[in-house]
């Protein structure tokens, strides 16, 4: 842990999202064990997926975004609504701008039109939920840069990274396995599965940098974060989790509630 303590906060976060990536691409590797995924499982992944994000968005972004703007002599209430709108309108826009294909049975395409290939359209899908994952990251060592314990804001930012990096597994096999039966080979599957979380160390070290720099921002790119995740939690990941009859919709709020119960105990016991 002294090493780490050392490193700049963008070499945190470079650190922490090269973990978070790594998952990623772990989880795709299933793709060379699995041709498909059941839907049951599937939906619990998704759920899980969704759970860490929203305890993520809280404990470990919001809070600390009010206990910021109330440490500035800000409006904690309006700072951290700003942010968190913001966060949510940037995902809206990302949304409606870049090309990309929902998961799901439609496959229903958003964005501009495009006459990309439909598998670089399901991959930038899983992109763009990627990119608030990074920047949770890089925000939250950034903040543990300007703590008065920056130790123990450090392991706070850990245990961001750690829990997304959970969530990252199962999410890099929701990727590959699906475009596996899509028709491509398991090497192409893998590659486009693990590519999709090379955005997490980018987005990462801006959000780093950006609160480094201008500290005052800080409050506000925390509640921007956790925007952008609830964005992604209820316009996608818990609408396709219940795509499926109502008997078995319970696979998905039980690992939402699962993601939930472990991401708040790596926030809570670790920071």
Known sequence: MGWFTTLAPWQQALVGCAFTYGMT??????????????????????????????????????????AWAEQNGDIPWLVVSIGFGVGGLFLYLADKTIPHMHFGPNHEQEGMPSHLKRTILLVFSITLHNIPEG????????????????????????????????????????????????????????LYGQASGIVEPIAGVLGALLVTKVTSLLPYALAFAAGA?????????IPEAQQTSSSKRHFAVFGTMLGFMIMMILDVALG
Do not use: C, H, T
């Open 135 to 190: 920047l949770a990251v890089g925000v939250a060592f950034g903040a543990a840069a300007e703590a008065a314990d920056p130790v123990a804001a450090s392991i706070a930012a850990i245990s961001v990274a750690l829990g997304i990096g959970i969530q990252n597994f199962p999410e890099g096999a929701a990727v590959s396995i699906p475009l596996r039966q899509e028709g491509l080979s398991r090497s192409k599957a893998f």
């Open 25 to 66: 691409a772990l989880g795709a590797g299933l793709v060379f064990f699995f041709k498909e995924i059941k839907k049951d499982v599937l939906n619990l992944m998704l759920g899980f997926a969704s759970g860490v994000m929203i305890a993520a968005s809280f404990w470990s972004l919001l809070d600390p975004a009010i």
């Open 229 to 237: 995740m609830i964005y992604v939690v209820v316009e996608e990941l």
